[in-house]
Nanobody, 122 residues
Framework: QVQLVESGGGLVQAGGSLRLSCAVS????????MGWFRQAPGKEREFVAA????????YYADSVKGRFTISRENALNTGYLQMNSLKPEDTAVYSCALGPRATTNGALFGSWGQGTQVTVSS
C-alpha cells in the first residue's frame, strides 16, 4: 500500500521560506506524477503545483508562480515544494498526491498524504 508523508510545514513570517517534503513508500515513485494541493479553513482544496514522472514538466497555479518551485528526487522517492516570498494568504494545509499524469485536477490523483500545516504570519 502506498504511503505519502509530508513534512517541513510550520510557522513563518511573511516574506519567509519553507521547503516541504513528500516521502513516498510502497509504490514505484518514479512511475507517477506528483502534485501539491492546499486547503485553507473554510475554502475548497486548490491546486498548487504538479510535476511529471521525470521532473521534465512542471505546472503552477498563477497565485504561486515565480515564488514556489516543485521538484522531485526519484532515487530518494521524495518530492519537494520550495516556497519563497510567502504571504499570509498561503496559509493552509498542504498535501502531496500521486497520479498517472501531471494535472491541475485533484480528482485525478489517487493517493494522498495527510498534509502539513503552513502558517504565514503578517
Amino acid at each position: 500500500q502506498v504511503q505519502l508523508v509530508e513534512s517541513g510545514g510550520g510557522l513563518v513570517q511573511a516574506g519567509g521560506s519553507l521547503r516541504l517534503s513528500c516521502a513516498v513508500s510502497g509504490r514505484a515513485f518514479s512511475m507517477y506524477a506528483m502534485g501539491w494541493f492546499r486547503q485553507a479553513p473554510g475554502k475548497e482544496r486548490e491546486f498548487v503545483a504538479a510535476i511529471n514522472w521525470s521532473g521534465g514538466s512542471t505546472y503552477y497555479a498563477d497565485s504561486v508562480k515565480g515564488r514556489f518551485t516543485i521538484s522531485r528526487e526519484n532515487a530518494l522517492n521524495t518530492g519537494y515544494l520550495q516556497m519563497n516570498s510567502l504571504k499570509p494568504e498561503d496559509t493552509a494545509v498542504y498535501s502531496c498526491a500521486l497520479g498517472p499524469r501531471a494535472t491541475t485536477n485533484g480528482a485525478l490523483f489517487g493517493s494522498w498524504g495527510q498534509g502539513t500545516q503552513v502558517t504565514v504570519s503578517s
